[in-house]
């Protein structure tokens, strides 16, 4: 029988999870489906624990609905646990088990960057603290970052995460960010600015080393504001859609048993899709 799963949130229509699990299925001739479902936030507790019942072997969890599929979890994988967040869920002996991946996916797509880490200690400046930023931050201190700069226009949002991880991550206020430039290898936009039909993110990268690697969470549109200056100033520069593309590894290889690979192709068909 068909292996069944599917994407959730509210609203679901705007997810490109299908087109990526479905192109990865037919690469490996893969008898599977992968969905979509409009899980409104008040019926999401229901949808969760039913899985089995409604035809799913796991899913993917997008917003609004992340951590109360973390709340219905019998098994948190360390990622989700620390996030109390959860975006892939699947089902072990009856049991409904989760993770984050998008810490992962930002990671696995820098490490693709090749940029070379050569297991040096790096630091890291975010902007942003909402769930990605945490996401991400969790990444950035697993993979052994030995400093990550936090800064967001509301200081306090930037310390309650800063708590969650110990001294190694330093909350700072918007505007500072001028003080920490110098030290960071990468620097991340995780808030909303630079987002389509958002304000751009204007940044003064001048302060940067000239070998940081400057990356947006943002893809819609691929090439953000902050992206265009930081290569137009000789800055490499990571994408948003590579994390995208990254976070669906560790669900395909729990949902249909082989590890996906993240082609080129695969690229060129998210970026069609992104441009129709
Ligand atoms: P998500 O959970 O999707 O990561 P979020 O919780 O909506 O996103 O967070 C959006 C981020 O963008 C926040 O860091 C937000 O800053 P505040 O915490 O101060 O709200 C940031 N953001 C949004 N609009 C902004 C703006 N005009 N200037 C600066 N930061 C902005």
Redesign the pocket.
């Known amino acids: 029988m068909s292996v069944r799963v599917c994407v959730t949130g509210q609203p679901v229509s705007y997810s490109r999870s299908p087109l990526l699990h479905g192109y990865w299925l037919r690469k490996y001739g893969i008898d599977g489906a992968y969905g979509r479902e409009e899980v409104p936030p008040s019926e999401a507790v229901d949808f969760y624990r039913s899985l089995a019942t409604r035809g799913y072997v796991g899913c993917n969890v997008t917003?609004p609905n992340k951590e109360i599929a973390f709340s219905v979890l019998d098994e948190a994988e360390e990622s989700a646990a620390t996030l109390g967040a959860a975006n892939t869920l699947w089902l072990e002996d009856g049991r409904l088990c989760g993770a984050s991946t998008d810490g992962y996916g930002f990671i696995a797509n820098l490490d693709a960057g090749a940029l070379g880490w050569d297991g040096e200690r790096k630091t890291a400046l975010v902007l942003?603290?909402?769930?990605?930023?945490r996401a991400i931050v969790h990444a950035l201190v697993a993979r052994g970052f030995e400093r990550v700069a936090l800064a967001?226009?509301?200081l306090e949002?930037a310390e309650a995460i800063a708590a969650m991880f110990g001294p190694v991550v330093r909350p700072l206020a918007?505007e500072r960010i001028g003080d920490v430039m110098r030290d960071a290898d990468v620097l991340v936009n995780?808030?909303?600015?630079g987002m389509k039909g958002a304000?751009p993110l204007l940044l003064d990268l001048s302060g940067l080393r000239p070998e940081a690697v400057v990356s947006d969470i943002v893809y819609v549109p691929l090439v953000t504001p902050l992206l265009k200056m930081a290569a137009g100033q000789g800055f490499r520069t990571v994408d948003g859609l590579g994390m995208l593309l990254h976070q669906g590894v560790p669900g395909f290889e729990r949902w249909f048993g082989v590890r996906p690979e993240v082609t080129p192709e695969l690229r060129a068909l998210l970026v069609a899709d992104l441009k129709a």
């Open positions: 917003a942003g603290a909402g769930g990605a930023s967001n226009r509301t949002r918007l995780c808030t909303s600015l304000a």
